[in-house]
């Protein structure tokens, strides 16, 4: 379990405050001392006065207004945040920035670094247009503003108090540095007789310094992983490990860098730890003791609650990308029901363009026909009572937030479900910043509503969240700090030599001298050694095991472990090895987890057709799983709006264009009749012809700019195809379109044919349109690259004496194929004979072999033969892949091969 140290101990007895550096520290030293009090027998006990330092200065700063001294009101933290942001945009107004909300922070960051290692400013405002003057000008305005409001910050007006807490003892925990303005706080209350402690002094005059741990703990190890998965991987081995050891152990993982590896690991000790658990998150929610919890949470705006109200705040007030719209449509926080939204969301795929605002649904909407007219209405009423109760022009951040708060409830949020216990928490505290955002009333005017929901997005985005759960068994954290209370295990991850100890990277807006100088650990490569000496000393002395690790690669970057991890620790010993690379099989318990896919499955009724023509022939050959999962399982993939005419359009009016022209020319005397000028305009005339038939009749004012771009690129196309099909040996086109039933594997294959030509010797040649991306003619190996040409040709018989595709494409006009003799199609080479072989005869057994590959690529179908068993590069546009988990062939292959490292 988490323990007290005496001193604080001691302090929380007696009464006295104590001071951490975050809230988080603070919510581990109150459960820490709730863990003590039970263990003794206490059922009750006074809940200890434990702050943060910003808390604890404004709750003395309102003690003291209370009891009748006169001060300034202070300044709420969305104030705070408002002033700085306001100010910051003010003065680069005529600059071109991105985003100005992270500049304001970043100067309010930089603001408050100066406060706390006592640097003052203004004695270096900078020369104009430089970062320090533009602090100095920011600084100044912010402080013009809270004049005329009469209010200051916690900290400014702590600055002006003498003896700021009273008599009431104070211990001070975790502050690594203890910073100059600390420091004056300090010895403000001694000077004053207020009884004032820092943990970790030597005596009452000394601060706490970083050089107060030498030598090497017994407890503390070192592990190198392989890559950064593979450190995660141990880590949650470890956390197993301990807590199957001791169900009651409390351990602390600090996972520093992005926040995603932090969250991946706790969902991995969640799995691992307790799988059952894992996949009943509701029972997880509720359980009496969490296994893994995330210290600190993540920002509100992150929280799926959250982040479903902003995007409808944001959709209803200018519109979304239609990705987010769908992500935001199928969401669970509706009234309407889901099996409803998700019929509408495949009906818009199809008529939505890439960007779709209010108007544009609704009229989406009302184009709706049955059966999805009921939930396209009650979507329409929906959205419509949701714009009703939003409003439009300008008003008061509190009117605005009284708006949001109606018409969320007015689409439903956050649903007819019921919440569990983190969800609850989690739209109370949204709720609680919607009246934080209104209390801008004071400081701001009317406001239109875009920017109204433009700042709630910023406030969300900086204001963290996390429910409150019990004590957990593991905490992850991403704070580089004292843990304060004592854990029965500390694994720091991630210690590699480019990151520990930290880069230097000091304020740009301060100059870098006076951060040398004030002694900022960010600001020399001597203090961020010294900070990392200095956390190291306190995690050795926070923990009865330490782990300090390092991945030795990251993706395809090489790393080296921290010099400071030999100096501070010795190798691991006792460790658990990973019996694994892939983590899943480790997890694995019966009847939870498959190892292997059954590789057979359902046989095809040949009563039926094969489903989707030669598709299925084609899909079999790319993956055998593929095939399956598309044409049986019904893992489409689904549409997407997109710029221009959709692809299957475009294909669909070449293939009706040209089958338009061929039907008038006939073949290559027809095509030889035509001058340049008279084909153009034959071509045109079929390509509108087309366009009729696949885009729809022209509006009255002509067609869409992106239908009349796709037009005139058909008629290049068409063009530049007819100057090859001029240089080719006569021909006639017998057959466009061509409809066929072929019979294979017991089953029939209906079959349709771009083109039939007849070739002078009475010949076939087979002709197949290729719109899209080109793939390179394999006709030989067990898995050809066409082998809907193969089905085409066991159709059409042995007359035929040549086959190919035909790529109509803007990058290239080819044909790409294969023929019983040269010549016979433009550029396509003879069939490779055999030794001894004759050119008749090569293509009479090649036309058997092609015959017998088809007919095993049905047989293997109707089989239902589901075999993971792709062609090279078939995965990189296979939309499955997540559901064939080909990744896990791959674990296995590094799990045979991987050796020792």
């Known amino acids: 379990?988490?323990?007290?140290?005496?001193?604080?101990?001691?302090?929380?007895?007696?009464?006295?405050?104590?001071?951490?550096?975050?809230?988080?520290?603070?919510?581990?030293?109150?459960?820490?001392?709730?863990?003590?009090?039970?263990?003794?027998?206490?059922?009750?006990?006074?809940?200890?006065?434990?702050?943060?330092?910003?808390?604890?200065?404004?709750?003395?700063?309102?003690?003291?207004?209370?009891?009748?001294?006169?001060?300034?009101?202070?300044?709420?933290?969305?104030?705070?945040?408002?002033?700085?942001?306001?100010?910051?945009?003010?003065?680069?107004?005529?600059?071109?920035?991105?985003?100005?909300?992270?500049?304001?922070?970043?100067?309010?960051?930089?603001?408050?670094?100066?406060?706390?290692?006592?640097?003052?400013?203004?004695?270096?405002?900078?020369?104009?247009?430089?970062?320090?003057?533009?602090?100095?000008?920011?600084?100044?305005?912010?402080?013009?503003?809270?004049?005329?409001?009469?209010?200051?910050?916690?900290?400014?007006?702590?600055?002006?108090?003498?003896?700021?807490?009273?008599?009431?003892?104070?211990?001070?925990?975790?502050?690594?540095?203890?910073?100059?303005?600390?420091?004056?706080?300090?010895?403000?209350?001694?000077?004053?007789?207020?009884?004032?402690?820092?943990?970790?002094?030597?005596?009452?005059?000394?601060?706490?310094?970083?050089?107060?741990?030498?030598?090497?703990?017994?407890?503390?190890?070192?592990?190198?992983?392989?890559?950064?998965?593979?450190?995660?991987?141990?880590?949650?081995?470890?956390?197993?490990?301990?807590?199957?050891?001791?169900?009651?152990?409390?351990?602390?993982?600090?996972?520093?860098?992005?926040?995603?590896?932090?969250?991946?690991?706790?969902?991995?000790?969640?799995?691992?730890?307790?799988?059952?658990?894992?996949?009943?998150?509701?029972?997880?929610?509720?359980?009496e003791t969490p296994v893994a919890a995330l210290e600190g949470g993540s920002p509100l705006s992150r929280a799926p609650l959250v982040e479903h109200a902003l995007r409808s705040l944001s959709w209803l007030t200018g519109g979304l990308d239609f990705a987010d719209f769908s992500a935001w449509l199928c969401a669970p926080h509706w009234a309407v029901p889901e099996v409803d939204r998700a019929k509408l969301d495949l009906f818009l795929r199809e008529r939505a363009p890439l960007e779709i605002d209010p108007r544009t649904l609704l009229g989406a909407l009302e184009a709706a026909r049955e059966p999805l007219r009921a939930p396209a209405q009650a979507l329409n009423e929906t959205i419509v009572r949701a714009l009703r109760e939003l409003g439009s022009g300008q008003a008061s951040?509190?009117?605005?937030?009284?708006?949001?708060?109606?018409?969320?409830?007015?689409?439903?949020?956050?649903?007819?479900?019921?919440?569990?216990?983190?969800?609850?928490?989690?739209?109370?505290?949204?709720?609680?910043?919607?009246?934080?955002?209104?209390?801008?009333?004071?400081?701001?005017?009317?406001?239109?509503?875009?920017?109204?929901?433009?700042?709630?997005?910023?406030?969300?985005?900086?204001?963290?969240?996390?429910?409150?759960?019990?004590?957990?068994?593991?905490?992850?954290?991403?704070?580089?700090?004292?843990?304060?209370?004592?854990?029965d295990g500390i694994w720091v991850a991630g210690l590699h030599a480019d990151v520990w100890p930290q880069p230097v990277q000091p304020d740009p807006f301060l100059p870098l001298a006076a951060q040398i100088v004030a002694g900022v650990p960010a600001a020399s490569a001597g203090a961020r050694a010294a900070e990392a000496r200095a956390f190291m000393a306190a995690w050795s002395e926070a923990a009865d095991e330490l782990i300090l690790s390092s991945p030795l690669r990251a993706e395809d970057v090489q790393l080296s472990p921290s010099p400071l991890l030999a100096q501070h620790a010795r190798p691991a010993t006792g460790l658990p090895e990973p019996r694994s690379v892939w983590l899943p099989l480790r997890v694995r318990r019966e009847g939870l987890t498959e190892t292997l896919i059954d590789s057979s499955g359902v046989q095809w009724d040949t009563a039926r057709s094969l489903p989707s023509g030669t598709r299925s022939v084609e899909l079999q050959n790319l993956c055998p799983f593929r095939a399956y999962a598309e044409l049986r399982l019904g893992c489409t993939e689904l549409d997407a709006p997109e710029p221009g005419v959709a692809p299957d359009l475009r294909g669909k009016l070449l293939h009706t264009a040209l089958e338009e022209l061929w039907g008038v020319l006939g073949g290559s005397a027809g095509l030889a009749a035509h001058s340049q000028a008279s084909l153009l305009a034959l071509i045109g005339r079929s390509v509108e012809s087309a366009a009729t038939q696949t885009l729809g009749e022209p509006r009255a004012h002509g067609r869409p700019p992106a239908e009349q771009r796709e037009c005139r690129r058909a008629v290049r196309l068409i063009a530049a195809l007819c100057e090859l099909e001029r240089k080719r040996i006569p021909f006639t086109v017998k057959e466009t379109e061509l409809d066929r039933t072929l019979q294979l594997a017991g089953a029939s294959m209906r079959l349709r044919i771009d083109r039939l030509d007849e070739l002078p010797d009475g010949g076939l040649a087979i002709l197949d349109y290729k719109s899209g991306r080109p793939v390179p003619g394999d006709w030989y190996s067990d898995r050809p690259s066409h082998p809907q040409l193969l089905a085409y040709l066991a159709a059409v018989g042995p007359q035929t004496a040549a086959m190919a595709t035909i790529s109509v494409t803007a990058r290239e006009i080819r044909f790409d194929g294969v023929a019983a003799a040269a010549n016979l199609l433009p550029k396509v080479r003879p069939v490779e004979a055999q030794p001894g072989e004759d050119a008749r005869a090569a293509w009479s057994s090649r036309q058997a072999e092609w015959h017998e590959r088809i007919e095993r690529l049905a047989a293997d179908f109707v089989a239902g033969r589901a075999l993971v068993d792709p062609r090279p590069k078939a995965c990189e546009y296979c939309h499955v892949v997540s559901v064939c988990r080909i990744a896990d062939e791959s674990a296995d292959a590094v799990d045979r091969n991987i050796g020792d490292w």
């Open 1 to 287: 379990m988490i323990r007290l140290s005496q001193d604080v101990t001691e302090a929380v007895e007696h009464g006295r405050t104590v001071l951490v550096p975050s809230r988080q520290r603070s919510e581990a030293l109150r459960l820490a001392y709730a863990a003590r009090a039970l263990a003794v027998g206490r059922s009750v006990w006074r809940t200890p006065d434990v702050l943060p330092l910003d808390a604890w200065k404004a709750r003395e700063i309102d003690r003291r207004a209370a009891a009748g001294e006169s001060l300034p009101r202070l300044l709420t933290p969305a104030e705070d945040w408002y002033l700085w942001r306001q100010s910051a945009a003010e003065l680069t107004r005529g600059l071109e920035l991105v985003a100005r909300g992270p500049l304001a922070e970043a100067l309010r960051r930089a603001s408050q670094l100066a406060h706390d290692f006592g640097m003052q400013t203004g004695r270096f405002p900078g020369a104009p247009g430089t970062e320090g003057r533009l602090l100095h000008d920011v600084e100044r305005a912010v402080a013009e503003r809270m004049r005329a409001l009469g209010a200051a910050t916690a900290g400014q007006m702590a600055d002006r108090l003498t003896a700021l807490g009273g008599e009431r003892g104070l211990l001070l925990a975790g502050f690594i540095p203890l910073t100059p303005n600390l420091g004056g706080l300090i010895g403000s209350r001694r000077r004053n007789g207020c009884p004032t402690r820092v943990r970790g002094e030597r005596d009452p005059g000394e601060q706490l310094s970083f050089g107060w741990m030498s030598g090497t703990p017994e407890h503390a190890k070192a592990v190198l992983a392989a890559d950064t998965v593979e450190e995660l991987e141990r880590i949650t081995e470890w956390c197993r490990t301990r807590i199957e050891a001791r169900p009651d152990a409390r351990l602390l993982v600090i996972v520093p860098g992005a926040p995603e590896a932090r969250e991946r690991l706790v969902t991995l000790i969640r799995q691992h730890v307790d799988p059952r658990g894992a996949l009943f998150a509701d029972l997880a929610t509720c359980a």
């Open 397 to 487: 951040p509190r009117q605005w937030s009284e708006r949001f708060l109606g018409t969320l409830a007015a689409l439903g949020w956050p649903g007819g479900r019921a919440l569990n216990n983190d969800e609850t928490q989690t739209r109370t505290r949204f709720t609680e910043l919607l009246d934080d955002f209104g209390q801008l009333a004071a400081v701001a005017g009317a406001i239109p509503r875009e920017t109204a929901v433009q700042w709630l997005s910023e406030l969300a985005g900086r204001t963290p969240h996390r429910g409150a759960t019990a004590d957990a068994l593991v905490t992850v954290s991403g704070q580089l700090g004292d843990p304060i209370v004592r854990y």
